[in-house]
């Protein structure tokens, strides 16, 4: 008795199964300029440096933002979900205050997201996500 036609079909219902996306929500066009300000109310958390800002509850009016002053660890890597639990503690819900600016590569969009320096209040959320213990470092 052959494996092969049973390893076949299994392998094909694994291929076949219906496995749901989770992209990012935030579907507004982002700003194309240094300088431009930003304010809303954190919608979204897409990990430990980046989140979504809006005025409404509408995804497509949300901005995708990547902030400028603090670099935490991608999702898949060491203590990378870590990062995304302090930003949400720190941010999500709340309302802030975001000035966009030019990164490392002098652009001011990095893949789908805008780089901006976000505020609650007064206080920088880098130096808040500093502040509690956050994990830095990452690509």
Request: hydrophobic share 40%.
């Amino acid at each position: 008795m052959s494996f092969r036609p049973l390893l076949l079909s299994g392998v094909l219902v694994f291929l076949c199964q219906v496995v749901p996306a989770y992209a990012d929500p935030c579907k507004a066009p982002l700003p194309a300029q240094a300088g431009v300000q930003l304010s809303g109310t954190v919608r979204y958390v897409g990990d430990g440096d980046s989140l979504c800002v809006g005025k409404t509850a509408d995804p497509n009016a949300w901005i995708e933002v990547r902030l400028a002053d603090f670099n935490a660890p991608e999702l898949h890597e060491d203590r990378g979900a870590q990062g995304k639990v302090a930003l949400e503690r720190i941010a999500l819900h709340r309302e802030v205050t975001c000035t966009t600016e030019r990164g490392r590569s002098r652009r001011v969009i990095s893949f789908d997201r805008v780089i901006a320096r976000c505020r609650v209040g007064s206080q920088p959320i880098g130096d808040m996500l500093r502040q509690a213990g956050a994990p830095e470092g990452g690509n």
